[in-house]
């Protein structure tokens, strides 16, 4: 790490009073006549290889939250630091080192990735973006390396995503996300679309990659089952804002804001 | 005799060179008001056997069905178009995963659920009344307006409501849900899942649940059939199944379910290899 690092118990990423409002146009002219209050200050810190979950329905603003850290929602306000860096004020070339190391993972295993790419082109695509004087044979190695990672075969680098189960989709886009060796990664909604078994392995890759390479999540789900296992802090959206901020064990044991009681009550006993 | 019974059920795919073997001899009954869910991971043959009890699968030689299905002791896989058109609908509807795509974004909920009532149910002279009473059966306000509503103009949990109004209009005496709060949110799913037992309770129909998942059968289906590639592996009462899973894939699909407050460090997977030997040694 080339910046000064601050102590290493300082939480990798800060996010303070965060506003991410869209504007709603309206009547013949288009102007602006309300706006959609996505993210509505919103406070958190995300420690250090540890995995915060990010919980709330659809439209709380999870994706939204996820998008503004590596500057794909428009920012109205509040300060996002990761390593003690501000990026709220970066320009978009100041902000290409951090893209690097912050990666995310969509829900999507189906749509995330390009059908008219190999497996081999998919994930050394950040690469090329990102070391492009490495050679053509290092890169493939590394592929090779990476999938072997993940639970999957070198030889799958030839194939093409049609190819592969919806569980073993999701490995590519770990894969790939984990190409560039970044230091946190944004997992939006990347178990939610998978069978309970298959679910069960990605998550569990996901703490072995985390044990191993000392990564930071921040992990969106609206099952707050999955959240409440992976995760050691969670955070309950409801409406763009953060209506509760907890360690996993609490969330479950006291849990404060009816919302989070009203998620519990949801969740299916077995 | 059971309303409906499905026994020896073999379902198989042919595409040039290729053959899918989808459903591998598949045997259950379902009485008259009861419960059945078919648990099963993606894959295993649920919807398509779903799919075959009206015979909404595919036609020869792309797709072969065989074995035997009833109901009301008529052989379903024996019937002629126009008794498969009465079947399909009037006695037996279904609700499927993805409402957004099982509506017609062109017309209005009220018209679509109109159509189904006026094939079915010719006798209903007021059909708008008729709608508008399906549509607050199912938990909608404001019905009376409502039912001019465009499907985009309402949310997944509202337009899941409709699909469930559309299949109720009708009085069938089966509803098939395939998976039908998969595409929900948590809240959204208990909400469907409540709303479909009180209706199950209100009207003495029976239903089949297809799901993946086994956190919402318990409270919901009286019997459970677990399928595994093809196959019921194990069925019985939903209590018995739940609390004393005897086939080693029912006890793997059910360990490996994320529990609240369980802290448990890793979670459980399934070893497909050792529930291929204990398939074997079965047979
Ligand atoms: N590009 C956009 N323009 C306008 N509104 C948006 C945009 N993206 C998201 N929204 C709105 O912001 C809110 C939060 O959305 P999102 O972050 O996707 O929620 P979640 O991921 O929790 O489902 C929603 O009301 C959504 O409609
Ligand atoms: N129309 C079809 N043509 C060919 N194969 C099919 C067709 N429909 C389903 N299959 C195959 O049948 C098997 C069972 O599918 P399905 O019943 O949809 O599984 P589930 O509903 O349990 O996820 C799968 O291998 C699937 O690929
Ligand atoms: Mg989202
Ligand atoms: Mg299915």
Known sequence: MTDTAPVSSAPLLEVENLRVHYPLR??????????????????????????????????????????????????????????????????????????????????????????????????????DIHFPKQGVAEKRERVAGLLRRVGLEPDHMHRYPHQFSGGQRQRIGIARALAVEPEFIICDEAVSALDVSVQAQVVNLLQDLQAELGLTYLFIAHDLAVVEHISDHVLVMHRGKLVESASAEEIYREPKADYTRKLLDAVPRL | MPLL????????????????????????????????????????????????????????????????????????????????????????????????????????VGAQIAEAVRLHLPEIKDVEAHVIRALEQVGIADAARRHTS?????????????????????????????????ALDVTIQKQIIDLLRDLKTSTGMSVILITHNFGIVR?????????????????????????????????????????????????????????????????
Request: charged share 25%; with cysteine; proline share 6%.
């Open chain 2, 150 to 182: 465009y499907p985009h103009e309402l949310s997944g949990g509202m337009q899941q409501r409709v699909m469930i109004a559309m299949a109720l209009a009708c009085r069938p005496k089966i509803l098939v849900a395939d998976e039908p709060t998969t």
């Open chain 1, 26 to 127: 309206g009547g013949l002219l288009r102007r602006v006549v309300d706006h959609v209050r996505a993210v509505d200050d919103v406070s958190f810190p995300g420690a250090r290889g540890r995995t915060t979950g990010l919980v709330g329905e659809s439209g709380s603003g999870k994706t939204t939250i996820g998008r503004a850290l590596i500057k794909l929602a428009p920012i109205t306000g509040g300060s996002i630091r990761f390593n003690g860096t501000e990026l709220t004020t970066l320009s978009n070339r100041e902000f290409l080192p951090f893209r690097k190391r912050v990666q995310m993972i969509f829900q999507d295993p189906f749509n995330s990735l390009n059908p008219r790419m190999t497996v081999e082109a998919i994930i050394r695509e950040p690469l």
């Open chain 2, 5 to 108: 019974s499905v026994e020896d059920l073999r379902i198989s795919f042919h595409q040039r060179d290729q053959t899918v073997e989808a459903v591998k001899g598949v045997s259950f009954a379902l009485e008259a008001g009861r419960t059945l869910a078919i648990v099963g991971e993606s894959g295993s043959g649920k919807s398509v056997t779903a799919l075959s009890l009206t015979r909404l699968l595919p036609e020869p030689p792309n797709c072969r069905v065989t074995g035997a299905i009833r109901y009301q002791g008529r052989d379903v896989l024996g019937l002629d178009r126009r008794s498969l058109q009465a079947l399909r609908g009037k006695e037996i509807a279904y609700v499927f995963q993805e409402p957004s795509s099982s509506l017609n974004p062109v017309f209005t």
């Open chain 2, 219 to 283: 409270g919901f289906a009286d019997d459970v059939a677990v399928m595994y590639r093809g196959l019921i592996v194990e069925s019985g009462p939903t209590e018995e199944i739940l609390s004393r899973p005897k086939h080693p894939y029912t006890q793997a699909l059910i360990a490996c379910i994320p529990r609240l407050g369980a802290r448990q460090r890793r979670l459980a997977t399934i070893d497909h290899a050792a529930i291929a030997r204990a398939l074997e040694t079965k047979i």
